[in-house]
C-alpha cells in the first residue's frame, strides 16, 4: 500500500476517473496552468490538456451554472472552489439548480457534478475564509455532502462522488492536503452514504469527520492513557448519514460526544444528536456532549483562532463529562 | 382541595428553614401567587409564594421556628372545606411524604409522574438562583438506567443518583445490582500483597467523593473547630452491657450505649444540639444522631431519629438497619439528613483516640476510641481498668469552650454510672 498525501490521493482519483470516463473534466479557478491553488490537479493539464482541465474567471456562480448545465447535458464535471468560503457566491446554482433540476424535470435531467474545495478554518485567514458550512449545504434535500478525514478516504469517496449521478459536494480541507496516509493500490472505492469506525472502544463514541477526526484520535489517545476507551465514528458522508453505524455504537457505549469545526446553532452535529434521542434514548446514561468551534466569526488572530476551534482538553472534558468523571 | 404547603427545598445542602415571618395570618385569604411568607434557608432569606388560592387555615410552624425540609408548614384550602384529616396527618415525625409515594409502584410511577410533589406546591422564583436545580423532587434518571431498572425489577426508590443533580445512572443501577454490600466485603478480603506491589494509579473522582471533599473543606474552613477529650472509665458500661446482652435478645453495642447516653447529654446540654444559621443559631428541639459508616467509596452518616425518645433496644435495632442498607447503598435521602449531632466510631479498629471534622450545619461530632485495658490508678491504687477515650469537635461559633466541657462531664457521668440511662 503506498504512502500518498492527501492532495495526491484527490489527485488520484480524478485522473483515474478521467482516464476511465471521457465524459468527466475539471474546471476551477487556477486548475490548469498554476496546477491547482493547492496543487491538488498538479500534472493534469499536462495529462489531459485544456478541453479537460479548464482555468475559469473569478465567477464561482458563473461556472457553477456552466457546470450544472454541462452535466445535464451527459458531460460529468468536477468543480473546483477555491474554497468553500468563495462557494457561497454559487450558492443559488447549487440550492436551486443543481439540487433541484432533477426533481423538477421529473428525472428527465441529471445532474451528475462533484463541487469540490477545501472548507473550514486554515490559519488566520479571518472570518469570511474560515467557515464550516456543511450543515448549510446537507440542510437541501438533492444535494449530497462528503467530508473525508484520511486520503484513502478522499480517493475511494471522490471516485464515487465523480460517479453518482447527483450533485456531490466534496469537502476537503487546506490544513490535511499535505497529510501523508496509506492508500490502497488499485481501483479503490467507497460507497457514499457509509460511515468507518475510526477506533473501536467501548466507553464512549465520539463523531467527528474531516479535520475533527484527527483532534478526536488525540483526545481518543490521551484518555485511553486514563483507562477510557473511545470508539470514534467517522461517518464521511454528512448526507445521506450512516445512522445504523452511529446508532449502534452509541447503544454499545451509552454515551456520544460530537465534534465539529462548524458553529454550534442548527449544526450537523444537532442532526446527529436529534436522531440519537429520537432512536436511541432508552440506551442513553447522559445527555450528549457537541464540541463546536464558538458561535463567533472566525477571528483573524491566530491565538484567539486557536481557542475558537475544537481542541484535544475540550473533548476530553466533554467526554468526561458524560462518563460523570 | 386543601392544598398542604411543606418547607420546601431550596438548596442542595438545606435540611431546615425557619419561618422568619409570616405575611399572612391564619383564616386570611391568600391568592395564587401572592407571597405568604419569608423563610430563611442555609443560604439566603427567601420569599415563599403560594401556589393555590384559598384560605390559610392552619399555620404549623410560628415565627422564629424552623422546620425540617418537607415537614408540613401550612394548609391552604376552602373556608369551610374539612381539614381535620389532614391536620391529623401532620403529628408524624417523617417528613416528605410523597418519598413514600415514590416507592410505590415502580411502572407507575415512571408512565404518569405528573403527581407533584409536596415541595413543589409552592413557588419560589429565586430557588434557581441559590440552588441552580428547578426544586422539586422529581426522580431524574438517565434512559439507560430507567431501562435497565425496569428490566432487572428494581424498585427506583432505593436507588441513590450519583449524576448531576442526583440523576440515577447506569453506574448506579449496576452498583445496586451488585449488592454494594458484598462487594465492599470482597474487597476488604483483597490480600495486602497487592496493595505492596500495586503501581500508581489516577483515580477518577466519584460524586460522593466530590461531595465529603466539598463539605468537610467547608467545615474546617468555615466552623472554628476545638477539640475536649475525655477518658471514661468503662468497668459499668462493660457490666452494664453484658447484663443487657445476657437477657435481651437484641445484642446491643458498645456503640448502642454511646448514642443513647449523647441523646441524654444533649438534653441536658441543648447548646450542642445546635445550627450555625450565620444570622441566628437555630437549637434544635429534636435529638437526631447521625452514625458515620464507612463505604468503599467514602462515608454516610444515616440518622437514628429522635434518639431520646427510644430505648436502646430500638436504637440497636434501628443502627444495625440503616448501617447494612447505608453498605447497600439503599438509603432514602431522608435517612441522611436531618442530622442534629453526629458520632464516628473508630473503636472497631483499635484506635486510642482521634478527632472529627463536623458534618455541617451540625456543631458538634463525638470521636469514638477502642475501649483499652491498662493500669489505672483508682482509690490511690494501681489496678488494670478499661477505659475508652471519646472527643467532642466544637463549631466555635455555637458551642463555647465551658458549654463543651460541660457536655463532655455529663457525657463522662452517664458513661461511668449507665444505669442513670434507665431513669
Redo the contacts between chains.
Keep these: 500500500m503506498a504512502v500518498v498525501a492527501f492532495r495526491e490521493a484527490l489527485n488520484q482519483a480524478m485522473s483515474e476517473e478521467m482516464e476511465r470516463d471521457p465524459n468527466v473534466f475539471l474546471m476551477g479557478e487556477e486548475v490548469a496552468q498554476y496546477q491547482g491553488a493547492y496543487k491538488v490537479s498538479q500534472g493534469m493539464l499536462q495529462k489531459f490538456g485544456e478541453k479537460r482541465v479548464i482555468d475559469t474567471p473569478i465567477t464561482e456562480a458563473g461556472f457553477a451554472g456552466l457546470g450544472i448545465g454541462a452535466a445535464m447535458i451527459g458531460l460529468r464535471p468536477i468543480v473546483e472552489m477555491m474554497t468553500w468560503n468563495f462557494a457561497i457566491l454559487a450558492f443559488d446554482q447549487l440550492f436551486n439548480n443543481a439540487a433541484k433540476v432533477r426533481y423538477m424535470s421529473g428525472g428527465q435531467f441529471k445532474v451528475p457534478i462533484v463541487v469540490r474545495g477545501p472548507s473550514g478554518a486554515a490559519h488566520a485567514l479571518g472570518s469570511q475564509h474560515s467557515q464550516s458550512l456543511e450543515s448549510v449545504l446537507a440542510h437541501v434535500p438533492g444535494l449530497i455532502v462528503v467530508a473525508p478525514s484520511t486520503p484513502a478516504d478522499g480517493k475511494g469517496l471522490l471516485k464515487s462522488a465523480i460517479r453518482d449521478d447527483n450533485p456531490v459536494m466534496f469537502m476537503e480541507s487546506e490544513m490535511m492536503y499535505g497529510q501523508k496516509g496509506e492508500v490502497p493500490d488499485g481501483e479503490y472505492i467507497i460507497p457514499l452514504g457509509v460511515g468507518d469506525v475510526k477506533r473501536e472502544g467501548k466507553d464512549v463514541t465520539i463523531i467527528a469527520w474531516s479535520k475533527m477526526l484527527h483532534v478526536a484520535l488525540a483526545a481518543a489517545e490521551q484518555l485511553a492513557k486514563?483507562g477510557v476507551e473511545a470508539e470514534i465514528i467517522d461517518p464521511r458522508t454528512i448526507r445521506p448519514l450512516d445512522e445504523t453505524m452511529i446508532l449502534n455504537s452509541v447503544k454499545k457505549t451509552?454515551r456520544c460526544v460530537i465534534v465539529e469545526e462548524a458553529w454550534p446553532f442548527a449544526s450537523v452535529g444537532k442532526e446527529i444528536s436529534s436522531r440519537i434521542y429520537s432512536k436511541a434514548?432508552?440506551?442513553?446514561?447522559?445527555p450528549i456532549e457537541h464540541v463546536n468551534g464558538a458561535d463567533v466569526p472566525m477571528p483573524y488572530a491566530h491565538n484567539l483562532e486557536k481557542l475558537m476551534l475544537p481542541s484535544i482538553p475540550r473533548v476530553v472534558d466533554a467526554v468526561k463529562k458524560v462518563l460523570?468523571? | 382541595m386543601a392544598t398542604r404547603i411543606d418547607m420546601p427545598k431550596l438548596s442542595d445542602t438545606m435540611d431546615e428553614g425557619i419561618i422568619l415571618k409570616w405575611l399572612k395570618k391564619e383564616g386570611e385569604a391568600v391568592k395564587q401567587g401572592e407571597i405568604i411568607a419569608e423563610v430563611q434557608t442555609d443560604k439566603a432569606d427567601m420569599e415563599l409564594e403560594a401556589y393555590d388560592s384559598g384560605i390559610l387555615r392552619k399555620i404549623f410552624v410560628p415565627e422564629g421556628k424552623g422546620a425540617a425540609v418537607g415537614k408540613p408548614i401550612a394548609i391552604i384550602g376552602g373556608a369551610s372545606e374539612d381539614i381535620s384529616a389532614m391536620l391529623a396527618g401532620t403529628g408524624s415525625a417523617q417528613p416528605a411524604q410523597h418519598h413514600a409515594e415514590n416507592s410505590v409502584g415502580t411502572e407507575e410511577k415512571l408512565s404518569a409522574p405528573a403527581e407533584a410533589p409536596s415541595s413543589q406546591r409552592v413557588h419560589l422564583p429565586t430557588a434557581e438562583q441559590v440552588s441552580g436545580e428547578n426544586g422539586g423532587s422529581r426522580m431524574k434518571i438517565s434512559p439507560l438506567a430507567k431501562k435497565i431498572a425496569q428490566e432487572k425489577n428494581i424498585n427506583l426508590s432505593s436507588l441513590n443518583g450519583s449524576g448531576p443533580m442526583g440523576r440515577i445512572i447506569k453506574r448506579d443501577v449496576e452498583e445496586a445490582l451488585s449488592h454494594g454490600a458484598t462487594a465492599f466485603a470482597a474487597r476488604l478480603k483483597t490480600p495486602l500483597v497487592q496493595a505492596a506491589n500495586a503501581s500508581t494509579q489516577q483515580i477518577s473522582v466519584s460524586m460522593m467523593r466530590k461531595t465529603i471533599a466539598k463539605r468537610l473543606v467547608e467545615s474546617k474552613t468555615t466552623a472554628p473547630h476545638f477539640y475536649v477529650t475525655s477518658d471514661i472509665n468503662m468497668k459499668r458500661a462493660i457490666e452494664f452491657r453484658s447484663a443487657l446482652n445476657s437477657t435481651e435478645e437484641v445484642k446491643i453495642s458498645y456503640n448502642d450505649i454511646v448514642v443513647k447516653a449523647v441523646a441524654f447529654a444533649l438534653r441536658k446540654n441543648p447548646r450542642v444540639n445546635a445550627s450555625w444559621m450565620g444570622e441566628t443559631i437555630i437549637q434544635h428541639g429534636q435529638i437526631h444522631i447521625g452514625i458515620a459508616v464507612a463505604l468503599d467509596e467514602g462515608l454516610i452518616t444515616p440518622v437514628i431519629r429522635d434518639v431520646d425518645a427510644k430505648g436502646l433496644a430500638q436504637i440497636s435495632a434501628e443502627a444495625k438497619d440503616l448501617a447494612s442498607r447505608a453498605r447497600e447503598r439503599k438509603l432514602k435521602p431522608e435517612e441522611y439528613t436531618g442530622g442534629t449531632f453526629t458520632i464516628s466510631n473508630l473503636g472497631m479498629f483499635d484506635v486510642e483516640n482521634f478527632a472529627a471534622i463536623i458534618n455541617p450545619p451540625e456543631a458538634g461530632i463525638l470521636a469514638v476510641g477502642s475501649i483499652t485495658e491498662k493500669p489505672v490508678v483508682e482509690n490511690g491504687a494501681i489496678g488494670i481498668g478499661h477505659r475508652m477515650k471519646i472527643t467532642l469537635s466544637c463549631d466555635h461559633r455555637v458551642i463555647d469552650g465551658a458549654v463543651g466541657a460541660q457536655f463532655m462531664s455529663d457525657l463522662k457521668n452517664i458513661l461511668e454510672n449507665p444505669a442513670t440511662l434507665a431513669l
Excluded: I, K, Q, S
Design positions: 486514563e451509552n434514548f432508552d440506551f442513553l446514561d447522559a460523570y468523571r
